[in-house]
């Protein structure tokens, strides 16, 4: 029996196959280039940018596996050929370890900056590098175990799961900016009184990589809202389908990755300047 496809989902799926296809690339190179930033760049490597080469990480495996897997699949669709769903599997199990682990390494991103701003006193002694570790490697195992359930097919485990980090990802993230943002206010109404050079100093700093991280929330909070849509309608049943089209809800949510880094780049001056001198290191190789 061969399945059929109709025009508008047809050009949907060229659409998202030339899409991912611009992007791919993009997304794999600018993550790559903010990860090796930070790791070859001592100034840059503080414990803020050191999460976000961390979320970097899974944008850029979002470029090396979710977006050709996406692309095959679709072509496959496309032209009707056999092997459509091994392709199928392989890129929601990568999806769904990968927006598992980039919703917890947002939760861990918006600690780090609630820690180093409402916490000062006990910063050092519980944001270590032992510490830091230890959590990132907790946040992949629980990713993983998420993708084994996908290819277990263990489907309402999964969607427990799914809505447990989601809905706890938002409401900590909500939670935690209403608590910065009187921080931040109070923070101002001291300094303001007290004149303090070196606080002055300090919160400018803190309160430049906290927008950064705002951004980066309101950025996934943007690309990911259709998808959280479409969950929760498939949870509620509130329409019989979901009303976005499914192909440009996937693109978009994989296109978040290709956001990040140039955030990070628009937000870090220091960033963009050693980013730029690697790629001119190799395109123009010295020697």
């Not at 682990?101 to 918006?110: E, I, K």
């Not at 989601?166 to 206010?185: D, G, M, N, P």
């Not at 978040?256 to 395109?283: A, D, G």
Request: some cysteine.
């Amino acid at each position: 029996m061969t399945s059929t496809v109709n025009a508008p989902l047809e050009v949907s799926y060229i659409i998202t196959i030339i899409v991912n296809g611009i992007a791919c690339p993009l997304t794999l190179l600018l993550n790559v280039l903010v990860i090796k930033a930070v790791k070859t760049t001592p100034r840059l490597r503080t414990n803020s940018n050191i999460l976000l080469a961390c979320l970097a990480v899974t944008d850029a495996l979002t470029g090396l596996f979710c977006q050709p897997s996406y692309i095959l699949w679709r072509v496959f669709l496309l032209f009707r050929l056999s092997g459509s769903q091994t392709v199928m599997t392989f890129y929601l199990t990568s999806t769904t370890v990968l927006l598992m682990a980039s919703h917890l390494h947002l939760m861990l991103v918006t600690f780090e900056r609630l820690a180093a701003i409402k916490f000062t006193m006990h910063y050092q002694s519980f944001i270590t590098n032992d510490n830091l570790k230890m959590t990132v490697s907790a946040i992949w195992s629980s990713a993983f175990m998420c993708g084994v359930f996908t290819v277990l097919k263990m489907n309402l485990l999964l969607q427990f799961i799914g809505s447990l980090i989601t809905s706890s990802c938002i409401f900590f993230v909500a939670l935690t900016y209403v608590i910065l943002y009187h921080e931040i206010r109070r923070h101002q109404r001291k300094i303001k009184a007290q004149q303090l050079p070196q606080e002055v100093e300090r919160f400018i700093k803190e309160s430049k990589a906290l927008k950064t991280t705002l951004f980066i929330v309101g950025a996934v909070v943007g690309y990911l809202l259709p998808l959280g849509f479409c969950l929760v309608n498939t949870v509620t049943r509130l329409f019989n389908t979901c009303p976005i089209n499914i192909p440009l809800m996937q693109t978009f949510a994989m296109l978040n990755s290709l956001v990040n880094p140039l955030i990070y780049c628009w937000r870090q001056k220091e960033m963009r300047n050693v980013m730029f001198k690697i790629r001119t290191q190799v395109v123009h190789p010295t020697g």
